[in-house]
Structure formats: C-alpha cells, structure tokens
T-cell receptor, first 112, second 113 residues
Framework: TQLLEQSPQFLSIQEGENLTVYCNSS?????LQWYRQEPGEGPVLLVT?????EVKKLKRLTFQFGDARKDSSLHITAAQPGDTGLYLC????????????FGTGTRLQVTL | EAQVTQNPRYLITVTGKKLTVTCSQN?????MSWYRQDPGLGLRQIYY???????DKGDVPEGYKVSRKEKRNFPLILESPSPNQTSLYFC????????????FGEGSRLTVL
C-alpha cells in the first residue's frame, strides 16, 4: 500500500487568515484529487490535477501539483467559517479509479 | 438527483451477528467501492467493483464480503462482525478512471459491541 501523508493534521485559524495544506508521497502519482468532507457527510470532490506543475483555482482555493507529481498543496486565501471541514487528498498510482489512496486528512477549523 | 444511498446510517450490533450495509447509486456508474474511515487512518478501501460480477479486494478486506449482481447495487456484508469493525463506512461510485469524480454516500456508522 502506498503511503500518502498530509500535513498538518489539524489547523485552527481565524477568519481572514491564509493557510496551506500539504500532501506528500514517495511515489509518483498518475493523478491527484482533493476532497472536502463535512461532519455527517461523505467527501465531495474539489479538484483533480493531472499534469506536473499544474495549478488550478477554485475561488479562494488554489491547488498545485508538484513538478515531479509526488506532492500537492492546497492554499486557501482569506479563510471563512464555511471552509471548515476535513480536507483529503487522494492519489492514484495506477491510472484507474480502483486504486485511489487517500491521505489521513487535514481537519480545518475557521473561527470568527 | 444524482446520489449514492447507504442504509442503515447508524447501527449498533453485537459480535457475531451477521449484517449487511446496502449501497445503491442512480448514476449508471460502472465503478463502486467501499471504504472505512477511522480516526488518524483516513479512508481505507475495503473492496471495489469495476463492473457487474467483477469485484476485488482493497487494502483491508478481512472480515468483509461484497457482491455486485446489479450495476446499481453494491452491498457490504459482515458475516461475523467483531469490535475492530466498529467504524464509519462509505460507499462510493464513479467512472472507471481515477481522473473522474468519486461520488460518496453519506456514511454508515457501525458499532459492534
């Protein structure tokens, strides 16, 4: 089983602050996804990155895929309470959905 | 509305009492999968299915069974549950390719006493 590490595990910040979450592996990803999970619900896809060096933006969220496709980051600008949740990265090493490996997650709390 | 439906959402049972968690999707997806989520361990894949009658083990299959007789349904069977199977379970469906979105159910919280 491939190991996919996320950091930090927990993050508590105030509204308006910026933050970055990291997702790292020792192996090369075929593709990588970021999901957000809210309490009592299943994860919901935020973005998929495929090409090394790729940057995608979703409103205040910026996702980057490392040049070597072994790591990814999620940057949130001016965090809001609605950003609170568990952020999960999911990497694929094989090119098929069957072997998505999920990271342990980063739990984000944004307070007023 | 496109959705993945799991039942039951909550269940408390006792060791050894067989149970089934149902999962149904209405998106005509070929791929379906079961995960368990435990604190500090993230989502771990139990079993997956690439199509009807095609199933395979994930990373933590011990103590579980699945079947895929119809495209829309993918039940998870615990023949003899044990306390270490206490967990939050998620069913997901999607396309066969990892660049496609995985759609998750709302989860089934299982407690085995």
């Amino acid at each position: 089983t491939q190991l996919l590490e996320q950091s930090p595990q927990f993050l508590s910040i105030q509204e308006g602050e910026n933050l970055t979450v990291y997702c790292n592996s020792s192996s090369v990803f075929s593709s990588l996804q970021w999901y957000r999970q809210e309490p009592g619900e299943g994860p919901v896809l935020l973005v998929t990155v495929v090409t090394g060096g790729e940057v995608k933006k979703l409103k205040r969220l910026t996702f980057q895929f490392g040049d070597a496709r072994k790591d990814s980051s999620l940057h949130i600008t001016a965090a809001q309470p609605g950003d609170t949740g568990l952020y999960l990265c999911a990497g694929d090493y094989t090119g098929t959905a069957s072997k998505l490996t999920f990271g342990t997650g980063t739990r984000l709390q944004v307070t007023l | 509305e496109a959705q993945v439906t799991q039942n039951p959402r909550y269940l408390i049972t006792v060791t050894g009492k067989k149970l089934t968690v149902t999962c149904s999707q209405n998106m005509n997806h070929e791929y379906m999968s079961w995960y368990r989520q435990d604190p500090g361990l993230g989502l771990r894949q139990i079993y997956y299915s690439m199509n009807v009658e095609v199933t395979d083990k994930g990373d933590v299959p011990e103590g579980y069974k699945v079947s895929r007789k119809e495209k829309r349904n993918f039940p998870l069977i615990l023949e003899s549950p044990s306390p270490n199977q206490t967990s939050l379970y998620f069913c997901a469906s999607g396309t066969r390719y990892s660049t496609g979105e995985l759609f998750f159910g709302e989860g089934s919280r299982l407690t085995v006493l």
